[in-house]
């Protein structure tokens, strides 16, 4: 495991695929106007901003997590969140890259 991997920027690919295999559901954390302008088809928009006030609504989900941004730094926050809630997530890093992955 690299420095990269302990903080979540790591090559994800094997995770992705993982949890794709467990039906997970992608949430984009990046804000309302971002998601309008491309995101990923059937994902579900929660900003980072409000995402501790929808853990009740993620964990009726009963599906693992992966959580995307622009870029990976709030999925990263997002992932932590979810985490220290008792929610299976992983940090999928920015939104294009992890499309190309799915």
Same mark, same amino acid.
């Given at each position: 495991? /690299?420095?990269?991997?302990?903080? $979540?920027? $790591?090559?994800?690919? !094997? ?6 295999? !467990? ?13 309008? =302008?491309?995101?990923?088809? *059937? ?15 993620? !964990? ?11 870029? $990976? ?6 992932? =932590?969140?979810? !985490?220290? *809630? /008792?929610?299976?997530?992983?940090? $999928? /890093? ?9």
């Amino acid at each position: 495991m /690299g420095i990269l991997d302990f903080f $979540g920027f $790591g090559d994800k690919s !094997k995770q992705i695929t993982e949890f794709t295999a !467990k039906n997970a559901v992608i949430i984009d954390v990046r804000t309302y106007e971002e998601f309008a =302008s491309g995101h990923i088809k *059937n994902s579900k928009n929660i900003p980072l901003q409000i995402i501790e006030t929808k853990i009740n609504d993620i !964990k009726k989900l009963n599906k693992p997590v992966i959580v995307c941004c622009k870029s $990976g730094m709030r999925s990263s926050q997002a992932t =932590s969140i979810l !985490k220290r *809630n /008792g929610i299976e997530a992983i940090n $999928g /890093g920015g939104w294009q890259s992890l499309q190309l992955k799915l």
